[in-house]
């Protein structure tokens, strides 16, 4: 019997990969639920975000192409993105691109960068932080867009700050967004003293999980990254905080000499073996764009995005919590 349904889970994942690899394909994923945050979205158990980081350069004008990138991607399953907006981009260039994600079913972690893509410095003094560009963006009449999933805090804050600047700056920060989730891209976490998460630092805590490397020269996949320092990771956040989401980007990108391109098979062994190890709450693929040497929205990168649609498929279609093995290496 059991041979049985693991053939038929196996058709029906060949089956669904195939429509899905057809040109102008329709696929549809499962309602995203109304906007949530805060505890709320804490407990929305039924959800798990699954998606990729920076689709799209920060220019919407090109509304034709914009709907164009975000049709393809979500066919592939994303149903989350973090995308970068400038305070030069036109008011009605940001809430476009949150309508265009909207339709979709789409929810954005908005990271709100300078005119130069950096982030902003949120102007700390050493007694507050400056909030001008959340007040700015909020003030737009985006708080309330159904597409807003939470706002990009800080990328490695333990670079710059301790963890009780990091927590005041969540306090300021819920103070000017209420209880828009606050997201960090904290890559990792508890190495050091001053790296140790606490309560009250992030809504969303993500962690950067980075296996794809070389060994004497030759492509290699670290699996104890991820079962050993990620689960660390992991672990420290759910019990410094039982109240924060943990959330991973999973590499797809290469940067020499420590990091390469994965395979589309690369990316269903790391997406298997996060699923079976790391309580996550969720899943970016980190980048598509970006300036690295080879990132997953590069033309010759379709076996790599056909990959994305498959672990959408075996992990988070048409429900997060079913669940289809991994059957084929």
């Known amino acids: 019997m059991r041979r049985v ?17 057809r040109a102008g394909s329709t696929q549809q994923d499962a ?15 039924h959800w798990i975000p699954y998606g990729t980081a920076y689709v799209w350069s920060t220019d919407f004008s090109d509304l034709a192409s914009l709907r164009t990138r975000l049709q393809y991607v979500h066919s592939l399953g994303v149903h989350a993105l973090i995308q970068r907006h400038t305070p030069d981009t036109p008011l009605s260039e940001r809430r476009r691109f949150l309508d265009e994600a909207h339709a979709l079913g789409m929810r954005v972690i908005v990271r709100l960068s300078g005119v130069d893509s950096r982030d902003p410095p ?40 301790t963890p009780d600047e990091i927590q005041q700056f969540y306090t300021e920060f819920h103070q000017v967004a209420g209880d828009i ?10 190495e050091t003293p001053d790296s140790a998460l606490h309560p009250g630092m992030c809504d969303l805590c993500e962690i950067s999980s980075m296996p794809h490397t070389w060994l004497d020269g030759q492509p290699a996949n670290n699996d104890r990254h991820v079962t050993e320092k990620i689960v660390r990771y992991a672990s420290h956040i759910r019990q ?3 109240n924060a989401q ?15 391109m994965p395979t589309a098979d690369d990316m269903l062994w790391h997406a298997d073996l996060l699923m079976q190890h790391v309580d996550l709450d969720g899943l970016l693929w ?31 279609w048409p429900h997060t919590d079913t669940y289809l093995p991994l059957l084929i290496r």
Do not use: K
């Open 286 to 316: 980190y980048p598509y764009e970006h300036s690295y040497e080879h990132q997953l929205g590069d033309d010759d990168m379709e076996p790599q995005r056909q990959a994305v649609h498959i672990v959408y498929v075996r992990f988070f």
């Open 122 to 161: 949120w102007g700390w003094d050493g007694t507050h932080f400056d909030l001008t560009p959340l007040e700015t963006f909020l003030g737009e009449g985006m708080a309330n867009h159904p597409a807003l999933l939470a706002i990009y805090g800080f990328h490695i804050p333990w670079d710059d700050f």
């Open 5 to 21: 349904l693991a053939i038929v889970a196996l058709v029906f994942t060949l089956i669904l990969t195939a429509i899905a690899v």
């Open 31 to 45: 309602p995203c639920p109304d906007a949530v945050s805060g505890s709320e979205f804490a407990s929305a158990d």
């Open 240 to 242: 410094a905080d039982p």
């Open 246 to 260: 943990i959330w991973i980007q999973a590499q797809t990108f290469q940067r020499r000499p420590d990091f390469r």
């Open 181 to 190: 989730p606050l997201y960090h891209d904290l890559v990792w976490v508890n």
